[in-house]
C-alpha cells in the first residue's frame, strides 16, 4: 500500500515517538562527548607570525615587498631544508623531536601580496607545541640570514585545537536526532495494518458511518468452547 509522506505524517510520527527520539538523542550526545573528552587525544596548534626584510639596497630599491613576495617559495624551502631543522632541533634539546619529526609536524605558509610567512607547529603538549614554533622561527631567522633578515612579529599562541568538544557533540547531536527520527518513521510507514477506526477513515480517505463493537458474549463462548476441546482431548488421552 503507497503510503503519502507530507507534513502530518511527519509530525505524527515525531509526537508518536518524541520521547524515544529524545533518549537516543542525549545518549548518543553524552556518549560523544565522553568519548572526545576522555579517549581522544587532542592535537593543538602554535603559530608564530614572522615578516621578511631584505638587507641588499639594491633589492630595496626595486620594491622590498615585491621582490620578497615573488621569492617566498625559497624562504619556505629554506626554512624546511635539513640546516633549519638540525638547528632548530638543537634549540628544542629534546631526543624525542629530531629534524625529521619536526619536518612532520612543522607547516610553513607565505601570506599572497606579503612578505609574511606564518609557522605553525603541532603537537599534543600545547607548551610544547608553542615551544616548536619558537624555535623554528629562531632556526629560520639564523638560517636565511644570508638572503634576507626574518622580523618576528608575533611569538607563537595556540590557534586551535581539534577535534573540538563542542563541534562533536553538535555533530553527535544532529546525526543521532535525523537517525532516530528516521527509524521510527521507516518502522511507522513500514506497518500497514489498521489498529483503528479514524485510521481506517484516514487510509481509505472517506467518512467514517459506524463500526460494529465486539460482542462480549461472543468472545467468552468462543473462550469456553476452546476450553471444553482441551478438556476432551486430555480425557481421550487418559
Given at each position: 500500500m503507497d503510503v503519502e509522506i507530507?507534513?502530518?505524517v511527519l509530525l505524527k510520527s515525531f509526537l508518536k515517538h518524541i520521547w524515544l527520539i529524545a533518549l537516543i538523542t542525549i545518549l548518543?550526545?553524552?556518549?560523544?562527548?565522553a568519548f572526545t573528552a576522555f579517549l581522544v587525544t587532542p592535537t593543538y596548534?602554535?603559530?608564530?607570525?614572522?615578516?621578511?626584510?631584505?638587507?641588499?639596497s639594491e633589492m630595496q630599491a626595486t620594491g622590498k615587498y615585491d621582490y620578497a613576495t615573488k621569492i617566498l617559495k625559497l624562504y619556505v624551502a629554506r626554512i624546511k631544508s635539513d640546516e633549519t631543522m638540525n638547528y632548530?632541533?638543537?634549540?628544542?634539546?629534546?631526543?624525542?623531536?629530531?629534524?625529521?619529526k619536526i619536518r612532520s609536524v612543522v607547516?610553513?605558509?607565505?601570506?599572497?601580496?606579503d612578505p609574511t610567512l606564518h609557522i605553525t607547529a603541532k603537537s599534543s603538549d600545547?607548551?610544547?607545541a608553542i615551544n616548536i614554533a619558537n624555535k623554528v622561527s629562531e632556526a629560520a631567522a639564523y638560517t636565511i640570514d644570508d638572503i634576507a633578515t626574518l622580523v618576528e612579529i608575533e611569538t607563537a599562541t595556540i590557534t586551535s585545537s581539534s577535534p573540538s568538544l563542542a563541534v562533536n557533540c553538535v555533530i553527535g547531536?544532529?546525526?543521532?536526532?535525523?537517525l532516530s527520527f528516521g527509524i521510527c518513521l521507516f518502522v511507522d510507514l513500514s506497518d500497514t495494518k489498521i489498529t483503528s477506526e479514524e485510521q481506517l477513515a484516514e487510509t481509505l480517505d472517506v467518512p467514517l458511518l459506524g463500526a460494529i463493537p465486539m460482542v462480549?458474549?461472543?468472545a467468552e463462548e468462543e473462550k469456553r468452547a476452546e476450553g471444553n476441546k482441551s478438556q476432551v482431548q486430555r480425557g481421550t488421552k487418559s
Open positions: 507530507n507534513l502530518k548518543v550526545t553524552l556518549g560523544t562527548a596548534e602554535a603559530t608564530t607570525v614572522a615578516h621578511i626584510w631584505l638587507d641588499d632548530a632541533a638543537d634549540l628544542i634539546n629534546d631526543e624525542d623531536y629530531t629534524p625529521e607547516d610553513v605558509e607565505s601570506t599572497q601580496g600545547p607548551d610544547q547531536f544532529l546525526a543521532s536526532a535525523v462480549e458474549w461472543q
